[in-house]
T-cell receptor, first 114, second 113 residues
């Protein structure tokens, strides 16, 4: 069964550094998402991406965040200057073109900011 | 704004016993409703979803959920729990024609022998 993959599984970085989290969505999917889960808290929506542009973003997704689909397979989340509070599990998800299609989630990248 | 409440943070159930995990949502119309499960080190796996029609939906691994509009609830049930069901369970809502999901805080299920 096709699946969403994410790399790395765990990223440790120093405060102020840039990080790029990578995702490979399911190949024929059209919608792409990033969510995050701070330890002990709920999974929160960050951003959705469709047709090579952001379709929706939350208030969490400020100017420090950006997303890109640099080629036909990868979908990346960049955090320009990491803060301690960015430490979280980041999930990528993808969905087909129909409104009733399921969002499939990747295994997540645990980001630790020191 | 939509929101999801899962009132139980942890639940412990004996193996073979029945299970019900509670989920209440707040949304102006009938949303799309989902239950996901997360095992340690794994991503979120969809158990079942409700869009419309029959309010009792069947999912994978023997789970089912019932949408009750009057109670704004979408509780997850399983008649007989297996040790492998121990995981964290998340209820989520999305608007009709949904794009993004709003999740509850999750319920950690522990299964005792």
């Amino acid at each position: 069964e096709p699946e969403v993959t994410q790399t790395p599984s765990h990223q440790v970085t120093q405060m102020g550094q840039e990080v790029i989290l990578r995702c490979v969505p399911i190949s024929n999917h059209l919608y792409f998402y990033w969510y995050r889960q701070i330890l002990g808290q709920k999974v929160e929506f960050l951003v959705s991406f469709y047709n090579n542009e952001i379709s929706e973003k939350s208030e969490i997704f400020d100017d420090q965040f950006s997303v890109e689909r640099p080629d036909g397979s990868n979908f990346t989340l960049k955090i320009r200057s990491t803060k301690l509070e960015d430490s979280a599990m980041y999930f990528c998800a993808s969905k087909g073109g129909r409104s009733t299609d399921t969002q499939y989630f990747g295994p997540g990248t645990r980001l630790t900011v020191l | 704004a939509q929101s999801v409440t899962q009132p139980d943070i942890h639940i412990t159930v004996s193996e073979g016993a029945s299970l019900e995990l509670r989920c209440n949502y707040s949304y102006g119309a009938t949303p799309y409703l989902f239950w996901y499960v997360q095992s340690p080190g794994q991503g979120l796996q969809l158990l079942l979803k409700y869009f419309s029609g029959d309010t009792l939906v069947q999912g994978i691994k023997g789970f089912e959920a019932e949408f009750k509009r009057s109670q704004s609830s979408f509780n997850l049930r399983k008649p007989s729990v297996h040790w492998s069901d121990a995981a964290e369970y998340f209820c989520a809502v999305g608007p009709p024609g949904y794009s993004t999901l709003t999740f509850g805080k999750g319920t950690m299920l522990l299964v005792s022998p």
